[in-house]
């Protein structure tokens, strides 16, 4: 079975800042892997999505993540942050051809100062 | 607007009484989902629906029956909850063949719950 792992509960950055979101997976090969962001009282948006190809995605809002073998990671990067990226952020993990769909990570708070 | 709308957004409900949350999907999907987001612990699927059949319920307990009586709609119904039952319930949407194919999930934006 797939399993994610965040290891930030909370990060703090000033704006203009760079930011590493780390998330670590556990599973037998190459899952797909998902960075979803919550803002306070809504639901989830999908941030990026790697199924396979290359391991550097670009997604929405000037984010990007890399998936490694080993270790196990798909971390996001942002090189300048911005106050409104200011949200949980989540990591998720699938098994391909699982009828489970996604194992979601705890997710990682990321506060930004002015 | 996420093509996903779920109502109420927010329920207060006695551990006695019976209440539905309801779930549009506006996407053509043929998968749908309900999700359960507790304070400091990960998301957690409670069932999936596929072609409008169940095809997975997470040991979730008895007092959460769902209902999907179409491709587009998607119910829980409650009854007899516990106070530790108050969360976040969020559906959720996808476009799947047989199996997982990793296509993007689409969530609403959720109906908070709580219990008294």
């Known amino acids: 079975a797939q399993s994610v792992t965040q290891p930030d509960i909370h990060i703090t950055v000033s704006e203009g800042a760079s930011l590493e979101l780390r998330c670590n997976y556990s599973?037998?090969?190459?899952?797909?892997l998902f960075w979803y962001v919550q803002s306070p009282g809504q639901g989830l948006q999908l941030l990026l999505k790697y199924f396979s190809g290359d391991t550097l995605v670009q997604g929405i809002k000037g984010f990007e993540a890399e998936f490694k073998r080993r270790p196990s990671s798909f971390n996001r990067r942002k090189p300048s942050v911005h106050w409104s990226d200011a949200a949980e952020y989540f990591c998720a993990v699938g098994a391909p051809g699982s009828a489970r769909q996604l194992t979601f990570g705890s997710g990682t708070q990321l506060t930004v100062l002015p | 607007e996420t093509g996903v709308t779920q109502t109420p957004r927010h329920l207060v409900m006695g551990m006695t009484n019976k209440k539905s949350l309801k779930c549009e999907q506006h996407l053509g999907h043929n998968a749908m989902y309900w999700y359960k987001q507790s304070a400091k612990k990960p998301l957690e699927l409670m069932f999936v629906?596929?072609?409008?059949?169940?095809?997975e319920n997470n040991s979730v307990p008895s007092r959460f029956s769902p209902e999907c009586p179409n491709s587009s709609h998607l119910f829980l119904h409650l009854h007899t909850l516990q106070p530790e039952d108050s969360a976040l319930y969020l559906c959720a949407s996808s476009q799947e063949s047989t199996g997982f194919s990793g296509n993007t999930i689409y969530f609403g934006e959720g109906s908070w719950l709580t219990v008294v």
């Open positions: 599973y037998g090969a190459t899952p797909y």
């Open positions: 629906y596929s072609l409008e059949e169940r095809v």
